[in-house]
């Protein structure tokens, strides 16, 4: 495999359907379903057909996150009824994600950070939004699950090349340590890219909801964003304090944050080491087995 392909190369080969890692067809199906808003009847019989997506499904409805209660929800219908159309989708991504993450068996990445940092990523990022909603409301269109299913999905692309092009995956790992920065800065000194624009071509291929590829697609900048740039602010802080908090891919301390940024996601700094506990407290939970439960 090509160690120097070109940025055109590589995002022509992740916008190739045959290029990508197969994905579990239940969880496509489950987030076209919901994205439809098709009754209850059609996703349960889908949730039932894979075990894998019915065990996420209930440890998600059972979690810190959606627990009603502290018993644990111990059927389909009673855990759709308690993640709401939103919370499946959140589901349907993690279970995605945790796939493409498995495929990914030739190059070095590992599967458990990998998902640790995913998993903290998209449970700061809600914590971040909903408390921006909270302290200075701003009209949008977007709910917590939204943005933590997009914060799960923000290092798809990485994933993805891992499992596609494990030998670029492999480069830019060893740059990234050699010189002691993120995976993500060494792909932008490479390509001049964000390595978020290889997951908004492969959720184009795969054609999942578009709010997550207006999300993620604002990581680079979220200020300039015209859509939604709170959300998109969200992502990138919650991004920031996983690899401050050890929930990186490497025990690098990442760049610093752009002010404006951190002003658009509006978390009070004195806030920041109650927010983290919570955060870490609500990922740690969510990992059963290295798996992400929503």
Request: charged content about 15%; hydrophobic content about 45%; overall charge neutral.
């Amino acid at each position: 495999m090509n160690a120097f392909l070109t940025y055109d190369q590589l995002v022509a080969r992740l916008s190739c359907e045959s290029n990508l890692p197969q994905v579990p067809v239940a969880a496509m199906r489950l987030c076209q379903q919901v994205e439809q808003e098709l009754v209850s009847q059609d996703v349960l019989k889908t949730v039932s057909s894979d075990p894998a997506l019915t065990a996420n499904l209930l440890r998600s409805a059972s979690s810190p996150l959606y627990a009603l209660s502290n018993r644990p929800v111990q059927d389909v219908r009673s855990a759709l009824s308690t993640l709401g159309v939103r919370g499946v989708k959140s589901v349907a991504m993690s279970v995605l994600m945790q796939s493409v993450v498995l495929g990914a068996t030739k190059s070095t990445l590992d599967p458990k950070r990998f998902v640790q940092h995913s998993t903290f990523v998209g449970i700061m990022a809600k914590y971040v939004f909903l408390r921006r909603k909270q302290t200075r409301p701003f009209a949008t269109s977007l709910n917590g699950d939204d943005v933590f299913a997009a914060g799960v999905l923000h290092d798809l692309g990485k994933g993805l090349l891992a499992a596609a092009n494990p030998a670029v995956y492999d480069r830019i790992s060893n740059e990234a340590k050699v010189r002691r920065t993120t995976f993500d800065s060494a792909f932008i000194a490479n390509y001049n890219h964000n390595v978020t624009t290889l997951t908004t071509a492969a959720l184009a291929v795969w054609k999942l909801p578009t709010v997550f590829s207006t999300l993620i697609g604002g990581f680079g900048d979220p200020v300039a964003s015209p859509t939604d740039p709170v959300g998109s602010a969200s992502l990138v802080l919650a991004d920031h304090y996983a690899m401050g908090n050890g929930f990186g891919e490497g025990e690098y301390v990442p760049p610093d944050l752009n002010p404006e940024i951190v002003d658009l996601a509006g978390l009070d700094e004195a806030e920041l080491p109650s927010a983290v506990a919570q955060v870490v407290a609500h990922t740690q939970s969510c990992l059963v087995g290295g798996r992400a439960a929503a």
